[in-house]
């Protein structure tokens, strides 16, 4: 038994389920995938990804990112669906396909934990301050298509909603090691400075250290994210970061990567 990571798929690129479904039939029947977010924003992509995944790994986890709870533009203009419905047909898809989003063991070692979580401006202050704010709500296309309901009205009450999700699942069983991920970041040095960024605002859209209090309460070993696109690799205080998107198109032919790669963790 092997455990992969991927995370960004994003398969509403048609170019990127052909990636998918490329992936062998019979070499992964036997291994875990964690998927750090981002699948579509799409219900029926969604759901075409998942069931590949379950053909091909025997057990998938998966937690949402922002494009997964984005909401068709007629829902929006009709007053319809919020973000928080998109979740609960998200959970209710998982649920029917036996993909895990809540923490659960893996073999006799490994605990595998899923966090929930969104981003606020603030998170990254100390190490980005040089991050520009002017423009991000015209730029940034989660403020189009996401809808919330009425209390969750910034970005720091969709944080606390979030993280007050995975709070009961903190104290994972002793003797086990602890994997833990998210699809946002938890800490602002697994972001490169401003300067490197093709898109500057990306620090104060990227994360919350909420969830790097809660890995660390839960004891995590290793933490995936996903999100910013940006392959990651680093141990910081005794915890591995790691992030290996698919990411868009051009992304992978920018970085030179032909085809999808996953990346073995345990």
Known sequence: MRIHAISDLHVDYAVNLAQVQSLSSADYQDDILIVAGDLSHQQDQAEDLLTILRERFSRVFFTPGNHDLWVED????????????RLR??????QRLEVEMAPAAVGE????LPLYG???????DTLHADTPVERISRRWADFRRC????????DGERCRHFAALNEQHLSPPPGNRVV????????????PPV?????????????????????RAAGSSLHIFGHTHIPWDECIDGVRYLQNPLAYPHERKRRGQQEIRLVEVG
């Open 74 to 85: 007629n829902d929006v203009e009709g007053g319809g669906a919020s973000s928080l419905d």
């Open 89 to 94: 047909e998200l959970q209710i898809l998982c």
């Open 109 to 112: 070692e490994v605990w595998i």
């Open 118 to 124: 969104w981003y606020e401006p603030a998170f990254s």
């Open 147 to 154: 809808r919330w309901p009425s209390d969750l009205f910034d």
């Open 180 to 191: 833990t991920f998210s699809h946002f970041l938890p800490r602002p040095e697994l972001l």
């Open 195 to 215: 300067k490197h960024l093709r898109f500057k605002e990306l620090p104060r859209l990227s994360g919350t250290l909420r969830l790097e209090a809660q890995l």
